[in-house]
């Protein structure tokens, strides 16, 4: 079964009543994913504080304001500070309001649709920095605590099959902001597909699936599944 539009009733956050919740980069089935919360009227919310305000009461990862709908701009906040670029916000924000391009602060983003699967092209220098640790086996990171000890956004990974492509991986931002595990990280897997120079299929989390792919001039490619579970 492949992710679908489904709609449902609630209502996550009092102070506005456009918020579309959905679950992207999710598994086959349906399953998994990294929630994201789309403020479709991002201009009712002007200020940069009451949209921080706003991403930490909702408590998901990253929560994206619409500024312009037709152009794709728009702004991203995490429970605790604004990002420039992030994958999971991108790809779910193109497919819900069916944009050929996307526009965060970083840069303009294209967009393309490939049967189930939605795919974003960024440039590395785009995404923050983070650790990317490799780990000897799956059993290894599937065995790290959340978050491990230390300092810095870790992104902790193995190989599952080193000739298909298929790597497992966990991320834990560790930055005291709630989030002691990231389910679905696309500026992740884009830094690793830059590094290893090569298309990847990765399950982070609990079951979450990235495509990546090398793309002309440098960028990278990042593709998934995305899951709308309810507007309100």
């Known amino acids: 079964m492949s992710c679908s539009k489904e709609r449902g009733p609630g209502c996550l956050n009092a102070r506005v009543n456009d918020i579309d919740v959905l679950s992207v980069f999710c598994a086959a089935d349906g ?7 789309v403020v479709r009227e991002g201009r009712r919310h002007p200020r940069r504080a009451d949209r921080q305000a706003i991403a930490a009461e909702l408590g998901y990862s990253e929560t994206v304001f619409v500024d312009d709908p037709e152009r794709g701009v728009v702004d991203i906040y995490t429970p605790g500070l604004r990002l420039p ?27 393309r649709q490939d049967g189930e699967f939605t795919w974003i092209t960024a440039r590395p220098e785009w995404a923050p920095p983070r650790i990317l640790r490799q780990y000897g086996s799956v059993a290894e990171v599937d065995a ?12 902790a990974w193995a190989w599952q099959d ?27 897997a884009l830094l690793l597909t830059e590094q290893l120079g090569r298309a990847l299929n990765i399950t982070q989390g609990r079951g979450s699936q990235i495509l990546t792919a090398p793309a002309p001039r440098g960028e990278i490619e990042i593709g998934g599944r995305v899951r709308l579970h309810r507007t309100h």
């Open 31 to 37: 399953r998994h994913g990294n929630t994201l919360g």
């Open 85 to 111: 670029f992030a994958g999971h916000p991108l790809v779910g924000t193109a497919w819900l309001l069916d944009l050929e391009s996307v526009n965060p602060p970083a840069g303009e983003v294209w967009v």
């Open 144 to 155: 790290l605590p959340a978050p491990p000890p230390g300092e810095g956004w870790l992104y």
């Open 162 to 188: 080193e000739a298909a492509g298929r790597v497992r991986a966990r991320a834990f931002p560790r930055r005291d902001d709630g989030i002691a595990e990231d389910e679905a990280t696309g500026a992740a």
